[in-house]
């Protein structure tokens, strides 16, 4: 048995339990409590008319031939993107990032594909590299608010954050449509980040107002409360 196999044999199981193809892993870093368009989707909160996204798992034969069909079919634009979706479901975001950009080879054009390479890039914290995707992705279909909010989240992450970057596209997303989940929510984040409380105070009240029920609202208080010193 080779090593790949063994790895497979031993998470199997989990895969049946894992749903959603480029789920957004739930991202807390400190006080960081932003949200993907993907990460709404595990949690139900996508907005209405976003595209739905594929899952299910898998049997550990089925993934490996899945695997192996890809490898051996280099020029099969569905079989990379199986194998994509099985690597992303496991976690091995590498693996998930190879067959994608052997699908993008095969359709540069398509949007789908593009967008999930800057969902596995994201998810594998490589945020220069997401940027470039939804970069591309944006400049065809520019009012793509979702692939927006995650492309200033990447402005949040990276080692070197541009809060102002990230504010500047929530804001765009804002600007057409004012009751975005994820963008508010994102907005409140970065004000809060670069410590300006009286436009995340702002934010937050939109957020309140549009999403009461949302399951961050008390992290994003206390962390507003602590910048204010209350």
Do not use: C
């Not at 739905?52 to 634009?77: C, H, L, M, R, Y």
């Not at 949007?111 to 591309?136: H, M, S």
């Amino acid at each position: 048995m080779t090593k790949e196999n063994v790895l497979f044999t031993i998470i199997g199981i989990l895969i049946g339990l894992i749903g959603g193809f480029f789920i957004t892993n739930s991202l807390n870093q400190g006080a960081v409590v932003p949200m993907t368009a993907a990460g709404a989707q595990q949690s139900g909160t996508l907005p209405a008319g976003h595209p739905s996204v594929p899952g299910g798992g898998g049997t550990v034969p089925e993934i490996q031939a899945a695997i192996d069909k890809a490898k051996q079919n280099p020029e099969d634009f569905e079989a990379q993107m199986k194998a994509a979706e099985l690597y992303y479901q496991i976690q091995r975001f590498d693996g998930a990032i190879d067959f994608l950009k052997k699908a993008n080879s095969l359709q540069p054009e398509n949007q789908e594909v593009i967008v999930n390479l800057g969902n596995a890039n994201f998810d594998a914290e490589r945020y220069e590299e997401a940027e470039k995707w939804y970069t591309a992705a944006l400049s065809k279909k520019p009012e793509n608010l979702d692939v927006r909010t995650d492309f200033g989240l990447t402005f949040v992450f990276r080692g070197k954050p541009d809060y102002d970057r990230a504010v500047k596209e929530f804001s765009k997303v804002l600007e057409a449509n004012p009751d975005h989940v994820q963008a508010l929510q994102n907005l409140t984040v970065a004000y809060t980040k670069k410590s300006d409380a009286e436009n995340a105070a702002a934010a937050l009240a939109k957020l309140e107002r549009v999403d009461p029920s949302n399951s961050s609202l008390t992290k994003l208080r206390e962390d507003l409360a602590k910048l204010s010193g209350k």
